[in-house]
């Protein structure tokens, strides 16, 4: 059995081979590093990909068992499980000594709060807080009634000047500073997902959902777009429903979504038609020496 304790590596299959199995063991709340994961995979992000600039991976061993694991992409911040403030407090001495400096740190709200307060008194660093999101899993999906007149199809490849602008639009909503473009869209996080569009009657669509890539047991749906002049006659809801219906039927156990707990319309939608809150999620983003890195 070896020491207890965190566990370095820029190998994406290293790290797959010891952290898989606890990452899949609670795929809801690992939505976040697992789909990350799956993105890297993809993009060949193995043994050849580790060097200068790589992603950091890491995984806490305790008792001959992993109980913990991160990614830290290069310059990026540090996507966590969840940690005990304890675990947390150590991590952040662990990666201060090692000289892994993070941009920020994403995870639950009790673990990126106990993580950027450590990282704070080891570092001197400023955590500002950024995103927030509640994570909801899907129960029993439950279509809304009544169903709005038209039908989902997927977005076609001739779509995707229009699938782009209304993703361009998305993220103006929730305050994304991101360039979604032709030129940008493979790095940005929308690309790899596959889109369905709802559509009215004489074939005009009306909103939009995405889907991740199944991974690990679980689908987390995101973007749901409606643009302003469409909403409030359930497309969105409908469109969800039937993404939603998509991902039970590729295979996934748990089918997720992260929403703004403020916006009491789409909570309150997503409740209706199955989803039930499962946790709170935050980002920090670190200052050092008066700037952001």
């Known amino acids: 059995m070896r020491p207890d304790g965190w566990y370095l590596t820029e190998d994406l299959d290293d790290f797959l081979a010891r952290a898989w199995d606890f990452l899949c063991s609670r795929p809801a709340p690992h939505t976040t590093p697992l789909t990350a994961i799956e993105k890297l995979r993809r993009q060949g992000g193995g043994a050849a990909a580790a060097g200068a600039g790589a992603t950091v991976f890491g995984w806490l061993e305790e008792g001959g068992e992993v109980r913990a694991a991160f990614l830290r992409p290069p310059t990026g911040r540090l996507t966590l499980t969840a940690l005990s403030p304890g675990q ?86 929730v305050g994304e500073a991101v360039t979604v473009d032709a030129a940008s869209w493979a790095g940005t996080r929308f690309a790899e997902k596959q889109y369905t569009f709802w559509e009215t009657p004489d074939g005009t669509p009306v909103a939009m959902a ?75 983003d670190f200052t050092y020496a008066g700037r952001h890195p």
């Open 210 to 284: 995405g889907a991740n890539p199944l991974v690990g047991g679980q689908v987390r749906i995101d973007p749901v777009y409606t643009p302003a002049r469409q909403r409030g006659r359930g497309y969105a809801g409908a469109v969800t429903v039937e993404v939603s219906r998509a991902a039970l039927a590729a295979g996934a156990t748990e089918v997720v979504l992260f929403t703004d707990p403020a916006n009491r319309t789409s909570n309150a939608l997503y409740r209706r038609i199955g989803y039930v809150p499962l946790a709170d999620f935050c980002a920090y």
């Open 88 to 173: 947390a407090g150590r991590l952040a001495v662990h990666l201060v000594g090692l000289g892994v400096r993070p941009s920020g740190v994403l995870s639950d709200e009790g673990t990126a709060t106990a993580f950027a307060g450590a990282w704070r008194r080891h570092t001197g660093a400023g955590p500002v807080r950024g995103w927030g999101a509640r994570l909801h899993r899907l129960g029993t999906l439950t279509p809304p009634q009544p169903v709005p007149a038209g039908r989902s199809r997927p977005v076609g490849e001739r779509e995707h000047g229009h699938l782009m602008r209304w993703c361009r639009e998305f993220a103006a909503d």
